[in-house]
């Protein structure tokens, strides 16, 4: 998808994007270092988008592990689709129902979450259904790695897994922080 069609998309569904721009090269880099690949059997993907960061997880993800992407936004599913990766599957779902997918897929627990779905506008429960999710389905060790715009939601995280650790990443519009927590 363009830039301009990417923007129109980010204005027409403002409330389940929350942005206009897809995550920048830094931003995607940065998300994808919290990951240890070498120990990764199953990574989950929240809010996909186009693929942007998915392109950067498939790139070192092992040739045996699996990346199970969800998306709600039927637009970008169909160019995920077009991902022509045995590794990937898409849950054209919302995130909440990880676990029935992950179960599904005859796993019971995820090495990592990479999330860059926008919680600071969606309905506060559904967010923290969603993130309690990741928290109960991450393994011992297993990371959380979550983008955001500002820090106003950092402390769901701290109540949640107990721990954030925070790094911020200039180049992208708008600049983002990328929050880690780790599961105890
Ligand atoms: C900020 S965009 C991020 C897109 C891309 N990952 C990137 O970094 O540029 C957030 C994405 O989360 C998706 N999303 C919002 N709510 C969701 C939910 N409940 N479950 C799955 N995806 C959701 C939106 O459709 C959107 O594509």
Same mark, same amino acid.
């Given at each position: 998808?363009?830039?301009?069609?990417?923007?129109?998309?980010?204005? #027409?569904?403002?409330?389940?994007?929350? *942005?206009?721009?897809?995550?920048?090269?830094?931003?995607? #880099?940065?998300?994808?270092?919290?990951?240890?690949?070498?120990?990764?059997?199953?990574?989950?993907?929240?809010?996909?988008?186009?693929?942007?960061? *998915?392109?950067?997880?498939?790139?070192?993800?092992?040739?045996?592990?699996?990346?199970?992407?969800?998306?709600?936004?039927?637009?970008?599913?169909?160019?995920?689709?077009?991902i022509k990766?045995?590794?990937?599957?898409?849950?054209?779902?919302?995130?909440?129902?990880?676990?029935?997918?992950?179960?599904?897929?005859?796993? *019971?627990?995820?090495?990592?979450?990479?999330?860059?779905?926008?919680?600071?506008?969606?309905? #506060?429960?559904?967010?923290?259904?969603?993130?309690?999710?990741?928290?109960?389905?991450?393994?011992k060790g297993?990371?959380?790695?979550q983008l955001?715009?500002?820090?106003?939601?950092?402390?769901?995280?701290?109540?949640?897994?107990?721990?954030?650790?925070?790094?911020?990443?200039?180049?992208?519009?708008?600049?983002?922080?990328?929050?880690?927590?780790?599961?105890?």
């Amino acid at each position: 998808m363009n830039r301009i069609d990417y923007l129109r998309e980010g204005i #027409k569904n403002l409330k389940t994007m929350g *942005t206009i721009a897809r995550s920048s090269r830094q931003l995607c #880099k940065n998300m994808v270092s919290h990951v240890n690949f070498s120990d990764a059997e199953l990574i989950v993907e929240l809010g996909a988008g186009d693929g942007v960061i *998915t392109k950067y997880i498939l790139r070192k993800l092992k040739p045996d592990a699996k990346l199970l992407v969800f998306e709600v936004n039927p637009k970008f599913c169909m160019i995920l689709r077009q991902i022509k990766d045995p590794r990937l599957i898409l849950a054209e779902a919302s995130a909440e129902k990880l676990g029935e997918y992950v179960e599904k897929m005859g796993f *019971t627990k995820v090495d990592y979450v990479i999330s860059a779905i926008p919680f600071v506008v969606l309905p #506060k429960q559904l967010g923290l259904d969603i993130i309690g999710k990741c928290h109960d389905y991450l393994k011992k060790g297993g990371r959380f790695v979550q983008l955001h715009y500002s820090l106003v939601a950092k402390n769901i995280y701290e109540r949640i897994f107990g721990n954030v650790n925070i790094s911020f990443v200039p180049i992208n519009i708008p600049p983002a922080f990328v929050l880690v927590s780790e599961k105890r």
